[in-house]
């Protein structure tokens, strides 16, 4: 795979957006299990373990992209300033995913979004025209209509989830700049060796004892997570960010059907109206892509 330089137009919106929804299903299977395992692991150890489990899917995608040199890169300062927001936004979001409700943890992230938009503009160039702007706020209100946070939320622990969205939006912004010219391997690669390191810089605050049944669980995050960042690589380098983004709503309704298929969990009207909300804000965006391209 022989990285090249291109514009930071979109190459393939469609595709780009079913990029970012696989990505956004595989991620909220993770966050379902990495919810479980913060109850008995340190962050740290939580890191370590989950990266390095998520170099099993990194092996296999080095191995479709043609080896080693899939790799290599045009500068590392970008891919070290990757890592270091990488390391930051998991670390805030698993102390999160710790001290917050699942859904009010998730429903913060989702935040995101605003910020990439309101970021897209004066770091990479792109126009966000009105009618996208409104799209992504109705989008977010379609969120709170699902998640509808509740008291807990306003607790001091909120800041992390959302110091999460902040460099969960400003690794967005820099993924779609170096995905243009290192491949998506290369990009994922030296973003789970700074997780990986960070973490295992833990061990000498105390870590506890694995237990062999979990050991299961951390294999299945990895690959959940290798999976799903590999994706949202693809998703960035395939389509703008702003336009892409917005589809990480999608998660929503990806946790409504897990609930209901694992635990059983029936919606309620208020999150279907929501669902809802967030498609329609989701197909507007993309038909506005479209519209703007035919006039290109």
């Avoid at 170099?55 to 995608?61: E, G, K, S, V």
């Avoid at 460099?167 to 998506?184: N, Y």
């Avoid at 702003?242 to 409504?256: I, T």
Wanted: aromatic fraction near 12%.
């Amino acid at each position: 795979m022989r990285a090249q330089r291109i514009s930071l137009g979109s190459i393939s919106p469609f595709k780009g957006v079913v990029c970012m929804i696989g990505a956004g299903f595989f991620l909220t299977l993770n966050d379902a299990v990495l919810k479980w395992l913060t109850g008995d692991y340190p962050v740290g150890q939580i890191m370590f373990l989950r990266g390095v489990f998520v170099f099993l899917p990194i092996a296999f995608f080095v191995w479709q992209a043609g080896g080693a040199k899939s790799l290599r890169v045009r500068r590392i300062q970008p891919h070290l300033l990757r890592g270091a927001l990488m390391v930051a936004g998991t670390f805030l979001f698993i102390n999160g995913l710790r001290h917050l409700p699942f859904a009010d943890a998730i429903s913060i992230t989702f935040a995101g979004p605003l910020f990439v938009t309101a970021l897209a503009a004066p770091l990479l160039g792109e126009v966000i025209r009105w009618r996208r702007w409104l799209a992504v706020i109705i989008g977010f209100i379609g969120v709170l209509i699902i998640i509808r946070p509740t008291s807990e939320v306003a607790q001091w622990a909120a800041i992390f989830p959302l110091a999460a969205s902040v460099t969960g939006a400003l690794r967005d912004i820099l993924t779609r700049k170096m995905s243009q010219h290192d491949s998506s391997v290369a990009v994922m690669f030296y973003s789970t060796l700074a997780v990986t390191f960070a973490g295992g810089m833990t061990f000498l605050g105390g870590w506890a004892p694995v237990q062999t049944s979990d050991l299961g669980l951390f294999l299945l995050c990895g690959i959940l997570l290798g999976f799903a960042h590999f994706l949202m690589i693809e998703a960035f380098r395939l389509a703008e960010a702003a336009l892409v983004v917005p589809f990480k709503y999608v998660s929503l309704l990806w946790a409504v059907l897990l609930g209901l298929v694992i635990w059983g969990d029936i919606p309620d009207g208020w999150t279907f109206a929501g669902a809802g909300v967030v498609v329609a804000s989701g197909l507007y965006i993309l038909h506005r892509e479209r519209i703007r391209k035919t006039k290109t």
